[in-house]
């Protein structure tokens, strides 16, 4: 059963910067697409906002992060990462990953029902 952990979040003011991770256990990392998913506030689903592919050589964003943040992965650390700039009020959210299927994008949907607490990101003006 995948273990989802993320971590990193908090409150940042409108500009700023902050870096995710997300820690994966129970499957085998190197062999899955990743990607990170945002609720806001208010909202019932979760959007997809960035992924990457297996190997960590492509990657892909929702067009209103698109130049702001950067996905990556750690395959050594079962950890995928969220780098987080230029930090906007409608960025605020909390912030989950997932194992992805990505090859349907701009269509990214997760791959397990299972998900981690997430991490909350909140931007002041």
């Known amino acids: 059963q995948v273990q989802l952990v993320e971590s990193g979040g908090g409150l940042v003011q409108v500009g700023g910067s902050l870096r995710l991770s997300c820690a994966v256990a129970g499957i085998t990392f190197s062999n899955y697409p990743m990607a990170w998913f945002r609720q806001a506030p208010g909202k019932e689903e979760r959007d997809f906002v960035a992924?990457?592919?297996?190997?960590?050589?492509?990657?892909f964003y929702a067009d209103s992060v698109k130049g702001r943040f950067t996905i990556s992965r750690d395959s050594a650390k079962n950890t995928v990462y969220l780098q987080i700039n230029t930090l906007k009020p409608d960025d605020t959210a909390v912030y989950y990953c997932?194992?992805?299927?990505?090859?349907?994008?701009?269509?990214?949907?997760?791959?397990?029902?299972?998900w981690g607490q997430g991490t909350q990101v909140t931007v002041s003006s």
């Open positions: 992924a990457i592919s297996w190997s960590g050589d492509t990657t």
């Open positions: 997932n194992a992805a299927h990505i090859y349907n994008y701009p269509t990214v949907t997760p791959m397990f029902d299972q």
